[in-house]
């Protein structure tokens, strides 16, 4: 094996743990490995629609990473401004108290805007759950994009 390979075996492995790990970005890791093989065997492995493949999917993953709370606040029937505060509070608390934190964070703000709109402590309380619930499904992708990239990658390159 050569160093190339294990440079880019060592950038995949930290994505998929950076799918699971706070502040570790994990697609973009994944994809850095992938690029650098592919400019590393000049733009002969592992095919340039294996390549191409790779970042459309981790680039979906990436939007979705950031989006998913916020979206979900929203399909719980929360407003824009419920979906716009969730997204900032969760980033802010993710930056200060990590992982947890940000769950906690846009859970207590998608609950809040969406109570002192409507008045209504089930529809923030629904609210609450369904940003939270995306937050997990999101994590869930993001793990599952970072595995697939590597396996791929292996499946490609071996």
Avoid: N
């Avoid at 869930?140 to 595995?147: D, E, G, M, N, P």
Wanted: hydrophobic share 60%; proline share 3%; no cysteine.
């Amino acid at each position: 094996m050569d160093w190339l390979f294990l440079v880019a075996l060592a950038l995949l492995l930290a994505g998929v743990l950076g799918s699971v790990l706070p502040l570790l970005p994990g697609v973009p890791l994944s994809l850095a490995g992938v690029y650098g093989y592919w400019w590393g065997t000049d733009f002969s492995e592992p095919g340039l629609l294996f390549v191409v493949g790779a970042t459309v999917v981790g680039g979906i993953a990436v939007v979705g990473e950031y989006a998913a709370g916020a979206v979900s606040a929203r399909m719980g029937g929360g407003s824009r401004w419920t979906a716009a505060a969730a997204a900032v509070v969760g980033l802010l608390a993710l930056l200060v108290t990590g992982p947890l934190g940000m769950f906690v964070g846009v859970a207590l703000a998608a609950f809040a805007v969406e109570f002192y709109r409507t008045r209504d402590a089930r529809s923030g309380a629904r609210t609450a759950a369904y940003a939270v619930v995306g937050l997990l499904a999101s994590a869930i992708f993001q793990l599952v994009v970072t595995v697939s990239l590597l396996v791929g990658f292996l499946v490609a390159v071996l």
